[in-house]
């Protein structure tokens, strides 16, 4: 089976343009979460859907939306791009809502640079 | 608040030594505790979980971590280092009377590095 699988690989955008990041999750799952890891860090937690409902947002600006759709794959929208929005932006999948019932699969993720 | 801390930036161990790779963490309730290996231009794969239960977990590629509740730690340890378990290793928590059941809280990473 397929695992996670992230488009595109790399990005390059300047300030103040729009990105859009894609994601489709492992067949069969229907959580999609995604996350931001600056270099050097850990990472920090988007947004959470699972069944095409937003579940949980963490501490980003408006700027940054989502959205589940009906096969369970995510779009993740970034809008009036900032310079330390250059980060990989990674995408994971799970059976359940919970994080305590199945782990995490990340895919690969995307590299947003922004200059 | 929950927190997760890993204390050192990096590891330095030889080929054929026990490993460990130091996780403590801070939570109101009850703590889910999570391994994940990333190797360089990569996503995250998850090595092991604890949930509750037996306070040795084993999981995958021969690592195991032991849970410390008194001493709020899930050090990650192998008994002997393969060079290619060279990689990043994050340690996560999510805690059990977290409104958030999605949310993992991440440490900053330890570098792992075996030297041959």
């Known amino acids: 089976d397929a695992g996670v699988t992230q488009s595109p690989t790399h990005l390059i955008k300047t300030r103040g343009q729009q990105v859009t990041l894609r994601c489709s999750p492992i067949?069969?799952?229907?959580?999609v979460s995604w996350y931001q890891q600056v270099l050097g860090q850990g990472p920090q937690f988007i947004f959470q859907?699972?069944?095409?409902?937003?579940?949980g947002r963490g501490n980003f600006p408006d700027r940054f939306s989502a959205r589940q759709f009906p096969n369970y794959s995510s779009e993740l929208n970034v809008n009036a791009l900032l310079l330390g929005d250059s980060a990989l932006y990674l995408c994971?999948?799970?059976?359940?809502?919970?994080?305590?019932?199945?782990?995490?699969?990340f895919g690969n993720g995307t590299r947003l640079t922004v200059t | 608040a929950q927190s997760v801390a890993q204390p050192e930036d990096q590891v330095n161990v030889a080929e054929g030594n026990p490993l460990t790779v130091k996780c403590t963490y801070s939570?109101?309730?009850?703590?889910?505790l999570f391994w994940y290996v990333q190797y360089p231009n990569r996503g995250l794969q998850f090595l092991l979980k604890?949930?509750?239960?037996d306070n040795l977990v084993k999981g995958s590629y021969g690592f195991e971590a032991e849970f410390n509740k008194s001493q709020t730690s899930f050090h990650l340890k192998k008994p002997s280092a393969l060079v290619s378990d060279s990689a990043l290793y994050f340690c996560?928590?999510?805690?059990?009377?977290?409104?958030?059941?999605?949310?993992?809280?991440w440490g900053a990473g330890t570098k792992l590095i075996i030297k041959p």
């Open positions: 996560a928590v999510r805690d059990s009377l977290s409104d958030s059941n999605y949310q993992l809280i």
């Open positions: 604890y949930i509750t239960g």
């Open positions: 067949s069969g799952h229907k959580s």
């Open positions: 859907y699972y069944e095409k409902e937003e579940r």
């Open positions: 939570v109101s309730g009850n703590p889910y």
């Open positions: 994971a999948s799970s059976l359940e809502s919970g994080a305590y019932n199945s782990p995490l699969h």
